[in-house]
């Protein structure tokens, strides 16, 4: 499992992240099969929210499943995010002071090793959230802050006013649904929709302020539209190259998915979401795998994208 040192922090986390959101009807013991698979391939670092499962659900099954020991809680990152409530958005420093105490309980720990305010708050006070930030630092209760698909000028605005470094961005991320990186390869190209930014230069952003990109839906095909691997009826070329490469590197077109994440010298990491533990073996082979320029142009093309 290939690591990166988060900029910003003091975690070394993997390039692969396990994802919670899907937990809520597995038992005790499935969790900690999924979880203790994933810590055996490497895959340390484990990504919650708040609303994940509704009122903290999926944190507390996991706390609940795992009852990590002293000793077994400082080999693993927790994450969470906070800020969506039931039809609106808050970032409040009541509201995420609040929620954060929650995690906590729910989680079985002391301290998230990193929190993230989940998707922007049109009523953001940013002066808030440094409250609330400074507050949750000096207590302990979290140790790095970053964000959840905010755009470059709303981490900005953000950072005029938060003191700690905003280190982690996570936005969705796949070969299929790609625009934060395909724009660019276009850019300027009149009439091509590719050379739209709908993200603000989110990529180019992140590179030049360190953060960490996390991709969430690394398989989905668009918005939450089905995985793309092994869908020959709309990504026929697609898992043509997949199948080729996968059988070329001895893995699963799965771990080819990631590896053309991880393969990007942004350093990003991929957020998997899912229950299957096979299926975190088949990502966590991807990590570090070595495509080469060419092969992850020809994913790239073959998902769909221009390269003028």
Same mark, same amino acid.
């Given at each position: ?27 005790d ?7 203790r ?6 895959? %340390? ?22 009852? #990590?020991?002293?000793?077994?809680? @400082? ?21 995420i002071l @609040? ?8 989680? !079985? ?18 002066? @808030?959230?440094?409250?609330? #930030? ?8 979290? !140790? ?15 950072? =005029? ?9 996570q ?31 989110i990529?180019?952003?992140? =590179? ?12 989905q095909?668009? #918005?939450?539209t ?5 869908? =020959? ?9 997949l199948?080729e ?12 998915? %990631?590896?053309?994440?991880t ?15 096979? =299926?975190?073996? @088949? ?16 994913? #790239?093309?073959?998902a769909?994208?221009?390269v003028?």
């Amino acid at each position: 499992m290939k690591t990166l040192e988060l900029p910003n922090t003091d975690l070394t986390a993997p390039n692969v992240i396990l994802g919670l959101m899907r937990i809520p009807d597995m038992d005790d013991e499935q969790i900690r099969t999924l979880v203790r698979t994933a810590i055996d391939e490497g895959v %340390t670092m484990f990504d919650h929210a708040d609303v994940y499962g509704g009122d903290h659900l999926c944190e507390r099954r996991f706390g609940e499943a795992m009852r #990590f020991s002293p000793e077994e809680r @400082e080999q693993v990152i927790l994450q969470s995010k906070v800020g969506i409530r039931d039809g609106y958005f808050d970032f409040s420093r009541e509201h995420i002071l @609040e929620s954060v105490d929650v995690s906590l309980a729910a989680l !079985r720990t002391d301290h998230l090793d990193v929190l993230l305010l989940h998707r922007p708050d049109a009523l953001v006070e940013p002066e @808030e959230v440094a409250a609330a #930030f400074d507050e949750l630092e000096t207590s302990g209760k979290v !140790r790095s802050f970053g964000l959840s698909n905010h755009t470059p000028y709303q981490t900005e605005l953000l950072q =005029r006013t938060v003191r700690q470094p905003l280190a982690v961005n996570q936005v969705q991320l796949s070969i299929t649904h790609a625009n934060l990186i395909a724009f660019g390869v276009a850019n300027n190209m009149a009439g091509l929709d590719q050379s739209i930014d709908r993200d603000r230069g989110i990529l180019d952003h992140s =590179r030049l302020n360190r953060i960490t990109l996390q991709a969430w839906s690394p398989f989905q095909g668009g #918005f939450f539209t089905g995985t793309f691997i092994g869908d =020959r009826e709309r990504y026929a070329d697609l898992n043509d190259v997949l199948d080729e490469l996968a059988a070329k590197y001895d893995v699963t077109p799965t771990g080819i998915a %990631t590896a053309w994440i991880t393969r990007h010298p942004a350093h990003m990491q991929v957020v998997l979401g899912t229950t299957k533990p096979e =299926r975190v073996r @088949e990502a966590a082979a991807g990590s570090d795998l070595p495509l080469t320029r060419e092969e992850w142009y020809r994913l #790239f093309t073959a998902a769909g994208h221009t390269v003028p």
